[in-house]
């Protein structure tokens, strides 16, 4: 459920709906700190607010005759405020600074369209042109040529994310009523561009998007009173031809005879949108209201009538909604709360309980049963009056010439290639399918149906494609990671180790001793994802070295070096603090995906007993290195995203002993691995006895403390020994 609660004025209007003299507003954009808000004419002036108090805490202004021609930014790396005017000069300046004339001022060589600051990966400038640089390459040369991106087409809407630590920035343009999308990664260089599909009577007037698992979901409000949704991968797209962005419907704004015609909207949450327009009925003049739409059930949750008009812009910061009305900006606090079927009803009990899993057990995708209806099939799933007396109620009679999903994948069973994805794309691009879940299923299955029947064929950017974008489990796709790991397809297999919940302890083995037969050498030449090492391990292309950083934490030296002695394999990844990493950057990662997916004991163990010497010596030498990692901080977390856990790394460490522990004493290169493991984990054991001991001393010093007179003044050295 989603409500709005009160709300304030912000700031008067100039005579043209601007702040000041300008000629209304050009955006509003995040301050340096979270209550503080930037607002920018579409003239001269440049104004920063603190939303709470309602004041202004300074204002800038460029001098007559000039012009700001895209909104002011903030570095929130330096606290400096940026500005672009006349389209080609940057200017910079602190808080401090008042006259504007006398900042810092660098003209550049080609027109900028916008600038994005990001909190962690400092502002990004998007030129007219559709070229992109940081704000530091510009400042370097900012006279540097600036290529041309985009022939002919103008830019309508653009946006910066951050991607791990990657910038990444997406914009729109026009050409003869066509819409393209370009993706850039900043730091990769990296281009793509798409085509967004063409629709008859109707195109897009506002778009948003945000970033989820690898992919940008970019909505996009269009003419015919639809929101629409359309995912974009953003692994390189190798394809020389230009690829066409289809789309789906996510929301049709209308309700109970009346219908909205959006200006703006932006995302609040995964269930909620936000839209600004004109809301108008049937014989009745049109009311312009601020609304928020549920897409998860498709309803109306809320709206605001707003009868002195708006400017059709609308910005969204901090759980805070500002838009221009009459002759003011206003705010309007709002909150969203769980997006489910018993909150809408009131049945919720506990707010704070975590959502219902989303995936579903769906073992009927079999050859044999891909000729029963989706509709079958959901019966056979639940069989609760519920389901029953929706089904009575909203599913139509089968038309003749409607195909089910099962006949459908039947019917393109020797269709060529071409025609067969295709129409698989279509499939899932439908804005109204009765289980997307399932029919996903079923597009996986028939891919992977047809890898086994053809050697050849494999559609491995669509399979990457579906798994980073869709929520799947093992279960609905049985046979998807069986052919990657035939394909020895790594990085599929690392996708589906860290999203499916379900993976069978056989295909968690399966995958092991697959990554640890890859030579690094091979690695080397194929993509990764580095997320869970990168933060720990840097990679350096030429050698490949790994660079941790040194924190004392307790342990003797003389032991360390002790420890440290032993000769290390020549595959090992030296350190000039020392530490040894036993393989690569890229087999690093995929164990890492290994040792976070799900398992059972009791189940896992039986195949690890099948693990080669050689390669179990291995798994545990890195193991080992990272239990060390991880007991050189503080808190015992190794840094980054998907990174493995302390118990994790402790409870795989004693599986394998335990499924080899007679093949490690007797291999003499697992002896002094083993000697090393012992003494490390002795040294633990006395430093944590040490601190234990500190502790208890702490703890009766506190006591004795608590006795005596706190009225006396008395100075005393205290020995622990």
Known sequence: MAALCESFTLCGLGPSGGVGLGGGLLALEPGPDPDHVLLTDRG???????????KPLGCWSVKHGQMITCPVVCNFETHEYVAVQDDKVLRIWKNEDVNLDKVFKATLSADVYRIH???????????????????????????????????????????????GQQPVLIFTTEKDGNFFVYVQK???????????????????????????????????????????????????????????????????????????????????DKDHIAVLGSLSTSGEESKECLTIWNTKFQTLQTSKELPLGTSGQLWCYEEKFFFT???????????????????????????QSPDVSSFVNWNTLGDEELDVSLQSQQSIKSESKMTLRSRKNTVPKAQPDTLSVGQLLLNL??????????????????????????????????????????????????????????????????????????????????????????????????????????????????????????????????????????????????????MWAAKVPEESHSTADGDFCPVGPQKAALLNAVINAAYSETFLLPHLKNLPAQQAVLFLRYLYYLYVKCSEKINTTLPGIHSPTISQIMDWMCLLLDAHFTVMVMLPEAKELLSNLHKFVRAQVRFYSELNKIEESLRELQRLNHQKDSQTYSIEVLELI
């Open 413 to 562: 069973k020797d269709a060529s290639t071409t025609a067969f994805e295709d129409e698989l794309r279509q499939l899932m691009s439908k804005p109204q399918v009765p289980d997307l879940q399932a029919t996903i299923g079923c597009v996986v299955t028939a891919l992977t149906n047809r890898c086994k029947t053809n050697q050849k064929y494999y559609p491995q950017n669509f399979l990457l494609q579906i798994v980073q974008t869709r929520d799947l489990s093992y279960s609905l796709c049985p046979d998807l990671m069986a052919v990657a790991l035939e394909k020895k397809d790594l990085y599929l297999l690392q996708i589906c180790l860290q999203q499916f919940p379900d993976i069978p302890e056989k295909i968690t083995y399966a995958c092991l001793k697959l990554f640890l037969s890859i030579s690094d050498a091979y690695l080397h030449t194929v993509d990764v994802d580095l997320e869970s090492v990168i933060c720990y391990i840097d990679i350096d292309s030429n050698n490949k070295e790994v660079k941790t950083e040194i924190v004392e934490n307790g342990f003797n030296a003389e032991l360390e070096r002790d």
């Open 44 to 54: 001269r002036t440049a104004t920063l607010f603190k939303v709470s108090d309602q």
């Open 117 to 163: 600051s990001l909190p962690s990966g400092g502002p990004v400038v998007l030129f007219r042109a559709g070229a992109v640089r940081t704000l530091d390459v510009l400042l370097e040369a900012p006279q540097q040529e600036i290529e041309s991106v985009i022939s002919d087409e103008v830019i309508k809407w653009s946006e910066a994310f951050m991607e």
């Open 186 to 268: 900043v730091k990769t260089n990296s281009l793509q561009k798409y085509k967004l599909e063409h629709q008859e009577l109707s195109k897009p007037l506002n778009f948003t998007a945000c970033i989820k698992n690898t992919s940008i979901t970019l909505l996009c409000l269009y003419s015919n009173d639809s929101v629409y949704k359309v995912l974009i991968p953003l692994q390189q797209n190798n394809e020389d031809e230009e690829q066409i962005l289809s789309k789906s419907l996510l929301l049709k704004l209308s309700v109970s005879g009346s219908v909205l015609k959006g200006t703006s909207l932006v995302v609040l």
């Open 325 to 351: 009305h009459g002759k003011v900006l206003t705010v309007i606090m709002y909150k969203c709360e769980t997006s489910s079927l018993a909150a809408a009803v009131g049945k919720l009990k506990d707010s």
